[in-house]
């Protein structure tokens, strides 16, 4: 089993929708949790932190569900330019290692 | 101000031939990540730098893999004996560690590796 797995998709969502991604992983001592956002053939950006509480940033809500051990990532009200790769990445507490997924693919269409 | 920045931004090297990839981290940041990502698949973890230590070298997939980082600032990943399985993008990635549970990374724009 990989240490963070996501949906590689893609999601094929048109503009204005809401969209949910969800990203699971497996070590118990993990401690902080992220969305980054990739365009194609660019470097990974960060979308946000997931913090235990649930975290909202304009159209978009990172939630964190530690009993199952999953991060959740919703897009609401979609545009053309929220298309890209999303990677959830994971670090365990008191550790330096970040764990990436592999990413979700997001299309959104007119 | 400048972001992370990594030399050359394209390598073609033949099989066998040693490989030298830079990363300029942003001013001030202690903390320096090198990440490996093969096409169409998500970041793999190679290093991380405290400083010019590396306490966490678990990611190195092999001994031909080696990183250095000198003044704090510039780090150096070599790939010794190219192998083909190592086309990848390498991306280096570098962060402030103030709070180390939620210190944000900044990527540089990666070196694109292709080994003939």
């Known amino acids: 089993r990989k240490e963070v797995e996501q949906d590689p998709g893609p999601f094929n969502v048109p503009e204005g929708a809401t969209v949910a991604f969800n990203c699971t992983y497996s070590?118990?001592?993990?401690?902080?949790f992220f969305w980054y956002r990739q365009d194609c053939r660019k470097e990974p950006k960060l979308l946000m932190s997931v913090y235990s509480s649930g975290n909202e940033d304009g159209r978009f809500t990172a939630q964190l569900n530690r009993a199952s051990q999953y991060i959740s990532l919703l897009i609401r009200d979609s545009k053309l330019s929220d298309s890209a790769t999303y990677l959830c990445?994971?670090?365990?507490?008191?550790?330096?290692?970040?764990?990436f997924g592999a990413g979700t693919r997001l299309f959104v269409k007119a | 101000g400048a972001g992370v920045s990594q030399s050359p931004s394209n390598k073609v090297t033949e099989k066998g031939k040693d490989v030298e990839l830079r990363c300029d981290p942003i001013s001030g940041h202690t903390a320096l990540y090198w990440y490996r990502q093969r096409l169409g698949q998500g970041l793999e973890f190679l290093i991380y730098?405290?400083?010019?230590?590396?306490?966490?070298k678990s990611g190195l997939p092999s001994d031909r893999f080696s990183a250095e980082r000198t003044g704090e600032s510039v780090s150096t990943l070599t790939i010794q004996r190219t192998q083909q399985e190592d086309s990848a993008v390498y991306l280096c990635?570098?962060?402030?560690?103030?709070?180390?549970?939620?210190?944000?990374?900044?990527f540089g724009p990666g070196t694109r590796l292709t080994v003939l």
């Open positions: 730098f405290q400083g010019n230590s590396a306490p966490d």
């Open positions: 990445a994971v670090k365990l507490a008191g550790g330096f290692k970040t764990i």
């Open positions: 990635a570098s962060s402030s560690a103030i709070l180390q549970g939620t210190d944000t990374q900044y």
């Open positions: 070590n118990s001592a993990s401690q902080s």
